[in-house]
């Protein structure tokens, strides 16, 4: 079973940085796709940054040329986040795609990000 715990969230203010770190542990037999969703009060979750395959990554517009996702050889996966703006408030969650296990899509817990002066 896959088990992700994310770290970082906290209080910033506008134009602002945070740094997200997410581990993956736990028996995994192939990692697909891992990165970082988010979800707003009221609204739906939606993608920020994944890392698909080997390197290919996706951002989600509202965050391109601000956020970076990176990866370590490992089982880690990190959001930087610069500029950051009260619109980026949310709950960030910690996601993992793997082929080979019968569930295939994991999530971890959360960790609240909120932007305010």
């Known amino acids: 079973q896959v088990q992700l715990k994310e770290s970082g969230g906290g209080l910033v203010q506008p134009g602002g940085s945070l740094i997200l770190s997410c581990v993956a542990s736990g028996t995994i037999r192939s990692i697909d796709a891992m990165g970082w969703y988010r979800q707003a009060p009221g609204k739906e979750r939606e993608v920020v940054a994944l890392?698909?395959?080997?390197?290919?990554t996706n951002y989600a517009d509202s965050v391109r040329g601000r956020f970076t996702i990176s990866r370590d050889n490992a089982n880690t996966v990190y959001l930087h986040m610069n500029s950051l703006k009260p619109e980026d408030t949310a709950v960030y969650y910690c996601?993992?795609?793997?082929?080979?296990?019968?569930?295939?899509?994991?999530w971890g817990q959360g960790t609240q990000v909120t932007v305010s002066r």
């Open positions: 996601y993992l795609n793997s082929e080979l296990e019968p569930t295939k899509d994991f």
């Open positions: 890392i698909i395959g080997p390197g290919f």
